[in-house]
C-alpha cells in the first residue's frame, strides 16, 4: 500500500522533499513519506506516448460498466489491468472480480469491511506481522468501528474466533517477501501486494490469493492518481467491496481510470520488447535506479560498526529471466536498524533527515524506515549526512565516550 | 450532495437509465439515480474549450500544495472555486479554507469525524430534517463507528449533549429552502450545498457557515470526475477534515482536480456574459432544461385527483437578476405525494419506473423521489407512463371500485 502512509499527526513543516525543492545544506531532507517522483524522467521520456486528452463532454455519469459488479470501473482499465499483470505473470486474473478503488488505501478500506459481518457480536480481530506498514492501524482505528478491531502484531495474536490477517509481500517496512503466519481456521486473508513488481523484488509466481490489493502508485509512481485495485476471488466479498466504495464515495475518479488505462498499456506493451535493444522498459529503468541506489546505500552502511540493513535472498524472477543478487537489495524502503540503542528518528532528525521510527510499525527505536524514493539530489544529501552520523556513532562505539547519540528512552 | 445515493442494497440489475441505453416500451425507466448526465449537450457544444490534456509524467506525486492545510489540493482547482462563488454569490469564500475531496460524499464523511471527538464518552448525535437525503442514514451507520450515531429527524431530536444538524439547502427530496431546525446549544451545522446552483433554484445571497460542501457533479453535471470540495472557517476543522482524506484514501485524483478547475473556470467566464447576447451560459441553460421538465411534469400531474408535487415560493434570484415564477420549479428531483394510502414505490414499480420511497428519506410510502436529471427519451417515457397511472388512479378514487393500485402496507 501507499508510501505515503496515513499518518494521522502528519506535520504541515514536514516538507516533503519533491523534485520541485531546491535543496541547501541546511534543509531538512524528508525521507518519510514514499513519493514515487522518482521514476518521472522515464515518463517524460515517453514524450506523446502516454498523453490522455479529455473532452468537456466526456465521462459525465457515475456509472462505467453498469453489468459488471464494479460498476463504476472503466473496462478500459479492467483490460489493461488484466493485460499487465498477464505480461509481468505477477497475479493470477481469470475468473477473478476486479475492484477500483481511490488507490489500494481505500481498497483496504473496502476490504476489511466486506470481510466483517455486521450480525457478529465482536469485532473481527485485524493483524499483520511486524514490522508492519503504519497506515494499517490507523485506517482500523481512526473511525472507532465496531465491525474491526486492530490487534496489531500476527505473530502473538492468540485469541479464538474469526480474524482477517493483512499480509504485504515485499513487505513494507523491510521488504521481506512473506506469508502468513496465524493460519488460524477462522482467518480471512488481505495480500496487500503493492511492491510485487518487478523493480523491486523478483516475480516469482503469478499469486493466486482471495484478496490481492495494487496501486498504480507504486507500480509505475504515478501517485497523484489515487488508483488502486483488488483482484478478488469471491464475488460477494467484490460486491461487498464495491459498496464500501459506493457509500463511502460513490466511485472513483473515471479521469484518473482513464490515465491509468493508458499508462499501464503503454507499459504492458514495453515488456514485449524486454530485454532486445528497443529502448528501456519501465520495469529495467526503475529497477535499475533502485538497485543503483541501493549500491551507494550499502556503501555507506557497510562502513557502520553498529547498522545493519536486511539482507534479501537470491531468487529468481520469471519477468526478468534472471537471477537477482542477493546483495544489494531492491525494496522500496530501507528498514535500518541499529545493534546499538539507538532512537534512530532522533538521531536522524538531529542531521536535519526525517525518517520514520520503528516505533510505528510495531517494531522498536533501534529501527527506522527511510524512503528510497526521494528525488536524487535529496538522497545523495541524506547519504551524506548518514556518511556523518557513522563516522560520529563509530567512534563513539570504539572510545566508549559520553555519545552525542540520543539513546532509546 | 450526491444523487446517486449510497443506496447499500443497490441492484446490480436495477440498470440506470442512462444516454446510452435506447428504450422500447417495455423498458424499465430508472428514475432512482440522480445521474446529471441531461447536462451532456451544453459540454459537447462547448468543444475544444474544455478539453484536458494530460502528460504522461505530469501529476505524479501526492503533494499539489505542501504550504496549505488541504496539501493535496490542486491550487488551480482553489483558485477556479474562488472564482466561480464570486462569480455565482452563492457563498463566502474570503478567508476560508478549502478542502477538496472524493466527491462531496467523502466530505460529508470527512466532516462528521472531523466534529465528532475520540475522547467523548458518548458518539455525537447526527441529525438531518425529514424528509432527508438518504444517503446520510447509510453514510453514518455503515462502519458502525463509535464516534457518532445517526439519530434521525432533527424535527424530533431532544436529545441532551453534543450534535451534528445536516442543513441540505435546497433539500434532497423535495427542494425546500432550509435552515438549521434544532438549534440547541452544543448543535454543529454542515450545510450541505449540491443543489444551491442558479439551475435549481434562486441565488438569494451569498450563504456564510461554518462548513459548507458542494459538488463539481451537481454544479456542472460531471458525476464521474468525483470531486467536491468543502468551505471551511475554522482552521483546526479543515485540518481533521484534511486528515480523514488522508487515512481514507491519501487524497484526492490530481486528474479530476485539473479537469473540474479548467471547466469550472470556463463556466466562471461564461457568467460575465450573462443575459447577453453571446452565448448561453451554461446556468441560463441548465435552468432552462430543468424548467422545461418541470413544466411537462406539472402539466401531467395536475390532472391527478390524489398526486401533488411541492410548491416553491417566489424569489428574487441576484446571479440571474430577476424573480423566479413560483411555479413550475427548478428542483432536481420531483418529490411526488398521494394524499390517497398509496405505496408509490410498488406503484411505480408495476409500471416500469423506479424511483425511490419516502420511506429512505424519513417519509413514508406515499412520497417518492423521483429524479428529473433522467436522458430525455427515459423522461418522455416517464411522463407518458405517469399519466396512464393517474388515468387509472382517478377511476379508481372517482368509482371507488377496487383498486389495482397497491396499498401501503
Redesign the interface.
Same mark, same amino acid.
Given at each position: 500500500m501507499?508510501g505515503?502512509?496515513?499518518?494521522?499527526t502528519?506535520n504541515?513543516n514536514s516538507?516533503?522533499s519533491?523534485?520541485k525543492t531546491s535543496l541547501s545544506p541546511d534543509s531538512i531532507i524528508n525521507l518519510d513519506?514514499g513519493?514515487?517522483?522518482l521514476?518521472?524522467?522515464?515518463?517524460?521520456k515517453?514524450?506523446?506516448?502516454?498523453?490522455?486528452?479529455?473532452? %468537456?463532454?466526456d465521462?459525465?455519469?457515475? +456509472?462505467?460498466d453498469? /453489468?459488471n459488479?464494479c460498476?463504476f470501473l472503466q473496462p478500459q482499465l479492467g483490460d489493461a489491468i488484466k493485460g499487465l499483470h498477464r505480461a509481468v505473470g505477477n497475479a493470477v486474473t481469470d475468473g477473478r472480480h476486479f475492484v477500483v478503488?481511490?488507490?489500494s488505501?481505500?481498497l483496504f478500506?473496502a476490504a476489511i469491511?466486506a470481510l466483517s459481518s455486521?450480525s457478529a457480536s465482536h469485532p473481527v480481530s485485524l493483524v499483520a506481522a511486524a514490522p508492519y506498514y503504519s %497506515?494499517y492501524k490507523?485506517?482500523a482505528e +481512526?473511525?472507532?468501528? /465496531?465491525?474491526y478491531k486492530w490487534e496489531g502484531d500476527a505473530r502473538t495474536f492468540d485469541k479464538d474466533g474469526p480474524y482477517i490477517e493483512v499480509v504485504t509481500s515485499p513487505n513494507n517496512p523491510d521488504g521481506a517477501i512473506r506469508e502468513a503466519v496465524v493460519n488460524l481456521g477462522e482467518g480471512k486473508l488481505v495480500y496487500d501486494l503493492a511492491y510485487y513488481w518487478p523493480q523491486y523484488t523478483p516475480i516469482t509466481h503469478p499469486l493466486d490469493h482471495d484478496i490481492m490489493l495494487f496501486t498504480f502508485?507504486k507500480c509505475t509512481?504515478?501517485?497523484?492518481?489515487?488508483?488502486g485495485w483488488a483482484l478478488v476471488k469471491d464475488r460477494e466479498l467484490a460486491r461487498k467491496m464495491t459498496?464500501?466504495m459506493?457509500?463511502?464515495?460513490?466511485?472513483?475518479?473515471?479521469?484518473?481510470q482513464l490515465?491509468a488505462a493508458k499508462?499501464l498499456g503503454?507499459l504492458s506493451e514495453g515488456c514485449q520488447n524486454l530485454g532486445t535493444a528497443a529502448s528501456e522498459n519501465f520495469f529495467e529503468y526503475s529497477h535499475r535506479i533502485m538497485r543503483e541506489r541501493w549500491e551507494s546505500l550499502q556503501n555507506v552502511v557497510k562502513n557502520s560498526k553498529i547498522f545493519s540493513l536486511p539482507k534479501f535472498p537470491q531468487d529468481f524472477c520469471n519477468f526478468t529471466g534472471k537471477y537477482t543478487d542477493s546483495n544489494p537489495g531492491d525494496a522500496p524502503f530501507a528498514w535500518l536498524h541499529s545493534k546499538e540503542d539507538i532512537d534512530w528518528e532522533s538521531l536522524l532528525r538531529e542531521h536535519k533527515i526525517i525518517g520514520r521510527s520503528g516505533e510505528k510499525f510495531g517494531a522498536d527505536q533501534k529501527y527506522v524506515r527511510i524512503s528510497m524514493f526521494s528525488p536524487p539530489e535529496a538522497f545523495t544529501l541524506f547519504l551524506e549526512r548518514l556518511s556523518a552520523i557513522i563516522d560520529i556513532t563509530n567512534g563513539n562505539v570504539a572510545g566508549g565516550e559520553e555519545s552525542s547519540v540520543i539513546k532509546c528512552s
Amino acid at each position: 500500500m501507499g508510501g505515503l502512509e496515513n499518518d494521522a499527526t502528519y506535520n504541515q513543516n514536514s516538507v516533503p522533499s519533491t523534485n520541485k525543492t531546491s535543496l541547501s545544506p541546511d534543509s531538512i531532507i524528508n525521507l518519510d513519506q514514499g513519493d514515487p517522483t522518482l521514476f518521472e524522467p522515464y515518463w517524460r521520456k515517453m514524450g506523446d506516448k502516454c498523453t490522455l486528452v479529455i473532452g %468537456g463532454c466526456d465521462l459525465m455519469s457515475y +456509472f462505467s460498466d453498469i /453489468g459488471n459488479i464494479c460498476w463504476f470501473l472503466q473496462p478500459q482499465l479492467g483490460d489493461a489491468i488484466k493485460g499487465l499483470h498477464r505480461a509481468v505473470g505477477n497475479a493470477v486474473t481469470d475468473g477473478r472480480h476486479f475492484v477500483v478503488g481511490t488507490g489500494s488505501t481505500q481498497l483496504f478500506m473496502a476490504a476489511i469491511y466486506a470481510l466483517s459481518s455486521p450480525s457478529a457480536s465482536h469485532p473481527v480481530s485485524l493483524v499483520a506481522a511486524a514490522p508492519y506498514y503504519s %497506515g494499517y492501524k490507523d485506517q482500523a482505528e +481512526f473511525l472507532r468501528s /465496531g465491525l474491526y478491531k486492530w490487534e496489531g502484531d500476527a505473530r502473538t495474536f492468540d485469541k479464538d474466533g474469526p480474524y482477517i490477517e493483512v499480509v504485504t509481500s515485499p513487505n513494507n517496512p523491510d521488504g521481506a517477501i512473506r506469508e502468513a503466519v496465524v493460519n488460524l481456521g477462522e482467518g480471512k486473508l488481505v495480500y496487500d501486494l503493492a511492491y510485487y513488481w518487478p523493480q523491486y523484488t523478483p516475480i516469482t509466481h503469478p499469486l493466486d490469493h482471495d484478496i490481492m490489493l495494487f496501486t498504480f502508485s507504486k507500480c509505475t509512481g504515478h501517485a497523484g492518481s489515487r488508483i488502486g485495485w483488488a483482484l478478488v476471488k469471491d464475488r460477494e466479498l467484490a460486491r461487498k467491496m464495491t459498496e464500501y466504495m459506493q457509500i463511502s464515495s460513490i466511485g472513483v475518479s473515471k479521469e484518473s481510470q482513464l490515465r491509468a488505462a493508458k499508462i499501464l498499456g503503454v507499459l504492458s506493451e514495453g515488456c514485449q520488447n524486454l530485454g532486445t535493444a528497443a529502448s528501456e522498459n519501465f520495469f529495467e529503468y526503475s529497477h535499475r535506479i533502485m538497485r543503483e541506489r541501493w549500491e551507494s546505500l550499502q556503501n555507506v552502511v557497510k562502513n557502520s560498526k553498529i547498522f545493519s540493513l536486511p539482507k534479501f535472498p537470491q531468487d529468481f524472477c520469471n519477468f526478468t529471466g534472471k537471477y537477482t543478487d542477493s546483495n544489494p537489495g531492491d525494496a522500496p524502503f530501507a528498514w535500518l536498524h541499529s545493534k546499538e540503542d539507538i532512537d534512530w528518528e532522533s538521531l536522524l532528525r538531529e542531521h536535519k533527515i526525517i525518517g520514520r521510527s520503528g516505533e510505528k510499525f510495531g517494531a522498536d527505536q533501534k529501527y527506522v524506515r527511510i524512503s528510497m524514493f526521494s528525488p536524487p539530489e535529496a538522497f545523495t544529501l541524506f547519504l551524506e549526512r548518514l556518511s556523518a552520523i557513522i563516522d560520529i556513532t563509530n567512534g563513539n562505539v570504539a572510545g566508549g565516550e559520553e555519545s552525542s547519540v540520543i539513546k532509546c528512552s
